[in-house]
């Protein structure tokens, strides 16, 4: 029933832009976090950035605060995140997440409890 679906991947140039969407249904959307993750082949999964509707207020990794954006359209259930001047080493597995928080929401892959199948980012040079 829980269900989060991600689109907006795609393969763009180095430079460029892409907006991803994470479309949320199944549990009350007003209730929890949403996260976005990224994993690259070979590496590990990461936080990228997360939201909460208790604030608002987005998060980020330091090494996306200048280029990334994350909002939230409670009327759709959705939550966003807008990349701006990619590189190859953005390439990635793009995830989104949910988890019913106790406070500030978080980067850590632990504190999730809900996975979306992920969309694919290509960044060429």
């Known amino acids: 029933e829980v269900q989060l679906v991600e689109s907006g991947g795609g393969l763009v140039q180095a430079g460029g832009s892409l907006r991803l969407s994470c479309a949320a249904s199944?549990?009350?959307?007003?209730?929890?976090?949403i996260g976005w993750f990224r994993q690259a082949p070979g590496k590990e999964r990461e936080g990228v950035s997360c939201?909460?509707?208790?604030?608002?207020?987005?998060y980020y990794a330091d090494s996306m605060k200048a280029r990334f954006t994350i909002s939230i359209d409670n009327a759709r259930s959705t939550v966003y995140l807008q990349m701006n001047s990619l590189n190859p080493e953005d390439t990635a597995v793009y995830y989104c997440?949910?988890?019913?928080?106790?406070?500030?929401?978080?980067?850590?892959?632990?504190?999730?409890?809900?996975w979306g199948q992920g969309t694919q980012v290509t960044v060429s040079s």
């Open positions: 997440a949910a988890y019913s928080p106790l406070g500030q929401c978080g980067l850590e892959v632990y504190e999730y409890d809900y």
């Open positions: 939201i909460s509707n208790s604030d608002g207020i987005g």
């Open positions: 199944g549990f009350n959307f007003d209730d929890y976090v």
